[in-house]
């Protein structure tokens, strides 16, 4: 089992910018918690390149947290397989958790997290649709003395809540916030929230991650200016955690890494990098059924991985949780129209090392 990082050395790596995927639940067909394929799953991820892990977020599906025990059996597993598998690769990985609910729940689930060895908490304000600025910062604040918290901007499409410039403004002077996932999907939104960064003083220590899966290679590529007494630099959103990059995750890293160059000025900025925009764009509307207002969000990334043989079935917990019409031939377009970004040749040179018995590092 790799050793457990430091506080320190986990905020180092996460501000530096980290592909983080949001793990999807496997499940058999029969609905039940298929261990095999998670493991399998969490492997794909380390092989991958991934900095990250997020567990218990949305794409891990709220509902762990219906059946008694399930949400710590979940957090558990991920947690003790990764450690033992980036053990095995000498690789370093930032694990989160997602934290949601009110106050007294999303407590909870920060100090479990912790307990478990998370480094830090994904907090969602879903929960909170009707709190006030103050009484959601005085919640911010109670999660933050159980564990180090990274803000959520969740979409209205999924049940996120409307979140203002004045409220990041004021989360960024939260002490125990390592940065924030940018998800609204919307562009008016994104700016509120680094605006809000840039003007609460403490824009270079807070790690802005991508989750507007619309837009990924957009907001890696783009430095945001704004006038604030702390904006002597652009501000950079240096890293994704995205449901998005729970697929295809190989290929994921590399677009990654060639935003971070081209952002360095090692690269330059072409066409060519905005034509691949597009067609990020493309295979996650597909993916992501935005035509259908993201119903078939979750069982179109189940979809896709359990063709590549790392998930047995594509079901949610949900059994109304489906495909929507037309969806699946979406799916299938996109991978015809963009080979270059799947990474199936990987996913089949390692699937039988990743499906083998816990321990088992060849391949």
Known sequence: MAPQMGESEARTRFHSGLVIPAMPLALSPERTFDPVSQRALLRYYVDAGAGGIAVG?????????????????VLAFAMEQTSVWAGHRNAAVVMMAGVCGTTEQATSEARLARSLGYDAGLLSLAALPLASIDEMIDHVRAVAREIPVVGFYLQTAVGGRRLPYEFWRRFARVENTWGIKIAPFDRYATLEVIRGVADGGRAPELALYTGNDDSIVTDLLTPFRFDGPSNLEPIRIVGGLLGHWGVWTKRAVEIFHACREIAGGRAPLTTEVLARAAEVTDMNGAVFDAANGFAGCLPGVHTVLQGQGLLQSPHCLDPQERLSPGQAEEIARVRRAYPHLTDDDFVREHLDTWRGSAGTADG
């Open 57 to 73: 977020v949305h794409a891990t599906q709220f509902a762990i947290r219906d059946t008694p025990g399930f949400f710590r059996e």
